[in-house]
């Protein structure tokens, strides 16, 4: 039994190994790109990393989705990252022993949308709500107003259309 307060070194590295809450579309996400390799390209050409809230997430998806074929493996790959938050989000995520049915819920079926594309229309959802209050401020000029608008009716678009690789999108 140790007695007293903790040490300034113990609390700092309670905290860096702290794991902040990630929404659950991308912790499956997470589990896509380490559980399998067979959906990395498919991911990679979808998906916009800026479509994801965790910072966190993105930064390990960003290093995964980069590796490309110099990709280690999990283990490897684990036991060089310095970032023991890296390491604990991944070693929780991937320690869900619950089944899934990877490319129904990665790609999506007739009934449900896949989660790459709920993580866009949630991303599309924060940037009108920030479009709504930048149009409601009291001082906005015309140009930025019209401006503005067209990011809306832009994003509108984007909404209705179905999930392409980048490269076939605007």
């Given at each position: 039994?140790?007695?007293?307060?903790?040490?300034?070194?113990?609390?700092?590295e309670e905290s860096a190994?702290?794991?902040?809450?990630?929404?659950?579309?991308?912790?499956?996400?997470?589990?896509?790109?380490?559980?399998?390799?067979?959906?990395?390209?498919?991911?990679?050409?979808?998906?916009?990393?800026?479509?994801?809230?965790?910072?966190?997430?993105?930064?390990?998806?960003?290093?995964?989705?980069?590796?490309?074929?110099?990709?280690?493996?999990?283990?490897?790959?684990?036991?060089?990252?310095?970032?023991?938050?890296?390491?604990?989000?991944?070693?929780?995520?991937?320690?869900?022993?619950?089944?899934?049915?990877?490319?129904?819920?990665?790609?999506?079926?007739?009934?449900?949308?896949?989660?790459?594309?709920?993580?866009?229309?949630?991303?599309?959802?924060?940037?009108?709500?920030?479009?709504?209050?930048?149009?409601?401020?009291?001082?906005?000029?015309?140009?930025?107003?019209?401006?503005?608008?067209?990011?809306?009716a832009h994003l509108h678009?984007?909404?209705?259309?179905?999930?392409a690789a980048r490269s076939?999108?605007?």
């Amino acid at each position: 039994f140790r007695g007293g307060p903790p040490s300034v070194d113990e609390e700092s590295e309670e905290s860096a190994s702290e794991i902040p809450p990630v929404p659950a579309q991308e912790r499956w996400l997470l589990r896509f790109l380490f559980e399998s390799d067979e959906h990395i390209e498919w991911i990679a050409s979808r998906l916009e990393l800026d479509w994801l809230e965790s910072a966190l997430v993105r930064e390990i998806i960003a290093r995964r989705t980069q590796a490309g074929s110099d990709w280690p493996g999990l283990a490897s790959w684990l036991s060089g990252l310095e970032n023991p938050q890296w390491v604990g989000l991944l070693t929780d995520v991937l320690t869900d022993a619950k089944p899934i049915p990877l490319e129904n819920i990665l790609k999506g079926a007739s009934e449900r949308d896949g989660a790459i594309k709920i993580l866009r229309d949630k991303y599309i959802a924060r940037e009108l709500a920030a479009i709504t209050r930048g149009l409601s401020a009291p001082v906005l000029s015309g140009e930025e107003e019209t401006s503005l608008l067209a990011r809306k009716a832009h994003l509108h678009r984007l909404k209705k259309t179905p999930l392409a690789a980048r490269s076939d999108q605007d």
